[in-house]
């Protein structure tokens, strides 16, 4: 598939009983984001959540890098393409152990935690203060635990995101914050990133950008 970071091709699931498929097919570049688009209920998230194989496609086939997911199994597929749901997880205790769960799980085993540097680097760049680190996870608000379950998947150093309506819970300045960081993000690499954004501003953030309708 060409030189593409992430290609799919006629991906299908069925929405409902009543004979309504998704079928779609995409790619995005190094360095760029690929915006999902389309009204509620369309499959938007069933798509990310194919890429990001937390659901299976009863037909068609992703490729990363050009190497398609039937030669990548799931657990090492789902480190590099990191899916980053619009209601994240949240494990008992606090921040800090909620952004280093991921890393005691057996296939992370051989990758060092993240330095406390690195971790208080996002959580200033989205303008969450260092001190949220020692409070219990489950008290966050809803657009702290949307930046908390972003920085876990950032940690990860995935090469692409798959973001669910990322910048729905935060306000103006915060969607800002984020969509910088995003923006540093997907070039330093590259890297590169599918997003559900319903917000002309978040488009506008990306000059690398394409768009995917569906429904
Ligand atoms: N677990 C599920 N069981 C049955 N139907 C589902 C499930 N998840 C999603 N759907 C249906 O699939 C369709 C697409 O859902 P979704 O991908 O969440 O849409 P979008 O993100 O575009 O709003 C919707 O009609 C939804 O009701
Ligand atoms: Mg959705």
Redesign the pocket.
Known sequence: MGTALLAFKDLTRP??DEGRRLVVSGKIEPGEVLFVR??????????LKILGRILTASGGEAWLRGCSWKDIPAPQWRLKVQYVSQKPVVFDGTVEDNLLMPFRFRLLKHKPSPPREQIKEYLEELQLPATLLDQPAKTLSGGETARMALIRSLLLEPEVLLLDEPTASLDENNRQHLNTLLQYWVVEKPRGIVM?SHNEQDLQAFPKRNSLFI?
Do not use: H
């Not at 389309?38 to 798509?47: D, E, F, Q």
């Open positions: 929405l409902d389309g009204p509620s209920g369309a499959g938007k998230s069933t798509l559900v429904g």
